[in-house]
């Protein structure tokens, strides 16, 4: 024992004296140059990513200046659209994109999360949870066309009785006091929440699938009920990651063209039931872009193109913000409860 210590005391006057490089990130050596070379290749294309972002951007305020010299600020709450007399304002626009995602938000965030939940708990056998989860995830392979179509033709005549239905017990309320023509602001938020569910649902099933089975484990110890557990623990934790899903997703239905032009109807009007047709900023370009020849025509829709650029990268902004603010509180929203219930 004693010729062991004395062993180990050596290692340790050998260890000191000797100088061991073990920066396992230095980079000398051979073949350093390929490393270098791998590392100019990542800052090119970061770089030319935003280089063509940015160039997007001066091509599309370019293409706009017309519209801009001509109406300003005041383009953004005119509602006057007349190519003839050349006025044009963006609010019904605006107005037709926001509403129509945000109801595409109310109904796709609550499925696409309790698809999620299901799929990624036990609740379900295996062979189940994973074929449905593959089944949500396939409807974001179908072309938005196929999705209009299918709206026009399919989900329309279905759901006109249930539209009426809202106008004849529920026209006293403005979101139903417009009598239903099938195409509308609801039968478009609907298509999109749709086509965004397959967004929300997989990104949340991949984020409560990489949580900690302790942290499960822990509440469960603790007396909490399955339920409690997913509420109390996993969706805090995963917070940050479903935020993200939802933002993802708010910019497929802000974006989303020729679905919703097929379904919304296309009226400039202003209304505030959910009934009446609509009108979104991707659906007027589709419509009358290829048609625009005045320069004011083409500057108003560039215009459009520049709100839609904005509003998109102001929610992003905004987006990044809130996962980094729910990343920071979500594990510490976790790990309150579970140290009162330990007396620290």
């Known amino acids: 024992m004693t010729n062991f210590f004395k062993q180990s005391d050596n290692l340790k006057e050998l260890s000191t004296e000797t100088d061991f490089d073990t920066d396992l990130t230095s980079t000398e050596g051979e073949g350093i140059w390929l490393e270098y070379g791998f590392t100019g290749l990542l800052w090119v294309m970061a770089l030319a990513t935003a280089g063509v972002l940015f160039w997007m951007s001066w091509v599309i305020y370019k293409d706009a200046q017309p519209a801009v010299r001509e109406f300003g600020l005041n383009f953004l709450w005119s509602q006057t659209w007349n190519v003839g007399q050349e006025k044009f304002g963006a609010l019904p626009f605006i107005y037709g994109t926001l509403v129509s995602s945000a ?42 066309v196929i999705v209009g179509l299918w709206g026009i033709f399919i989900l329309i005549p279905s759901l006109l009785p249930f539209q009426q239905w809202l106008f004849d017990h529920f026209k006293w309320i403005p979101l139903f006091n417009s009598e239903p023509f099938g195409s509308g ?11 965004i569910l397959p967004t929300v649902a997989a990104i949340s099933r991949e984020v409560l699938l990489v949580i ?51 379904v919304i109807g296309n009226s400039i009007q202003i209304s505030p039931s959910l009934l009446a047709p609509g009108y979104t900023i991707p659906a007027i370009l589709a419509n009358q872009f290829a048609e625009a020849i005045d320069k004011l025509h083409i500057g108003a829709l560039m215009y459009l193109a520049l709100v839609l650029f904005a509003l998109t990268l102001v929610v992003n902004i905004i987006a990044v913000l809130m996962v980094q603010l729910i990343a920071g509180n979500g594990l510490k929203n976790v790990l309150r409860p579970l140290s009162l219930a330990k007396g620290e």
């Open 212 to 262: 900690p089975k302790e942290l499960r484990s822990a509440s469960m110890s603790l007396g909490a009920t399955r339920w409690e557990t997913i509420w109390n623990v996993l969706l805090p934790s995963a917070g940050s990651g479903i935020l993200g899903a939802v933002i993802l997703a708010l910019g497929r239905a802000l974006g989303e063209t020729m679905a919703v032009t097929m």
């Open 185 to 195: 602001m609801l039968m478009a938020g609907i298509v999109l929440s749709i086509m």
């Open 103 to 144: 109801i595409a938000l109310i109904l796709a965030v609550p499925t696409g999360l309790a698809v999620a939940i299901i799929t990624s708990e036990d609740f379900l056998p295996a062979w189940v949870r994973s074929p449905l989860g593959f089944l949500v995830e396939l409807i974001a392979a179908i072309p938005s």
